[in-house]
């Protein structure tokens, strides 16, 4: 099974942790979702087609507020696990974590920096 690693306080496509971890650099799409109501407001108000870049446009709706989105190319790191089990008994080596389903699978986020 393949789980996805971040860290809190990586801002980009970097490795989340030491290579003696062996994490693996995969390609991982980034979902981009915005709140503009259209495409047309994004495009009024940043001066760039919210197209131009990116695949999958479409609107959106969270929480019953509009939005859009598109698919961005990105780079992730993963790690192979056999099971879940064998997934939480290396948590000890990531210090305080935060495990969720993402669009991609399991995501585990090493939680070292503040965020909002």
Do not use: N
Not at 30 to 49: I, N
Not at 84 to 106: H, N, Q, R, T, Y
């Amino acid at each position: 099974m393949r789980v996805w690693i971040t860290r809190t306080s990586a801002y980009s496509d970097e490795q989340p942790l030491a290579e003696s971890y062996g994490l693996k650099e995969g390609s991982k799409p980034h979902y981009d979702r915005r709140t503009f109501a259209s495409f047309e407001e994004y495009e009024q108000r940043l001066g760039e087609p919210f197209t131009a870049k990116g695949a999958d446009h479409k609107t959106t709706t969270v929480a019953g507020r509009p939005g859009i989105c598109r698919t961005l190319a990105g780079v992730g790191w993963f790690l192979e696990v056999e099971t879940l089990a064998d997934l939480i008994s290396s948590l000890s080596d990531f210090g305080e974590c935060v495990i969720k389903m993402g669009p991609d699978g399991i995501e585990l986020e090493i939680y070292d920096d503040y965020r909002e």
